[in-house]
């Protein structure tokens, strides 16, 4: 089976500060997705990395998929209350499927 | 931008009752999904349809069936609700080109069997 293994479980942090939450796997995906969810909502896509070793931003978000397409990172920059929320990776298989992450629960404290 | 709703935001049910939940995406994707999120387990794979009348069971069937008779609307069936299918239920849509799977989800349905 394959797993894609989220570190940290939980992040706690305060207004202003740097995190970096990671996503690996002894497997290798086809492309990456990350996504964020709300409480009470639904997963939404924030962005999708394709080729080993590429680098995505989105304004204070960061996003890199590993050279061997095993593992990624999302990084956050001076992060603010508004960045709470679940963050999900998502690898897609060599069969096509799309393997979750369990998940990085983010809070920023004003 | 892709819409997907879903017919109830809350649902409780009783033991044993049949429950349907409904899915519909107006971004005409081929592919829709079903899936029960719970804290600590992350999202698992109920069922997908890649078309029309078209169903494979995913990660974890059991106690569910679904039902795609148009293209927008996939339907998730617990046929007798049992108390460890209360559980956040998400459907989503995507285009699937192989190396790529951009699901789009819908807000969720939270599911209580009493």
């Known amino acids: 089976t394959q797993l894609l293994e989220q570190s940290p479980q939980f992040l706690s942090i305060q207004e202003g500060e740097n995190l970096t939450v990671y996503c690996n796997s002894s497997s290798v995906f086809s492309s990456l997705q990350w996504y964020r969810q709300e409480p009470g909502e639904g997963p939404v896509l924030l962005v999708t990395?394709?080729?080993?070793?590429e680098v995505k931003k989105l304004k204070r978000l960061t996003f890199q998929f590993g050279d061997a397409r095993k593992d990624s990172s999302l990084h956050i920059t001076a992060a603010q209350p508004g960045d709470t929320g679940l963050y999900l990776c998502a690898g897609v298989n060599q069969g096509g499927k799309l393997i979750f992450g369990q998940g990085t629960e983010l809070s920023v404290k004003p | 931008d892709v819409k997907v709703t879903q017919s109830s935001r809350y649902l409780v049910k009783r033991t044993g009752e049949k429950v349907f939940l409904e899915c519909v995406q107006d971004?005409?994707?081929?592919?829709m999904f079903w899936y029960r999120q719970d804290p600590g387990l992350g999202l698992r794979l109920i069922y997908f349809s890649y078309d029309v009348k078209m169903k494979e069971k995913g990660d974890i069937p059991e106690g569910y069936s679904v039902s795609r008779e148009k293209k927008e609307r996939f339907s998730l069936i617990l046929e007798s609700a049992s108390t460890n299918q209360t559980s956040m239920y998400l459907c989503?849509?995507?285009?699937?080109?192989?190396?790529?799977?951009?699901?789009?989800f819908g807000p969720g349905t939270r599911l209580t069997v009493l």
């Open positions: 990395v394709v080729t080993g070793g």
């Open positions: 971004m005409d994707h081929e592919n």
């Open positions: 989503a849509s995507s285009l699937w080109s192989g190396l790529v799977n951009e699901q789009f």
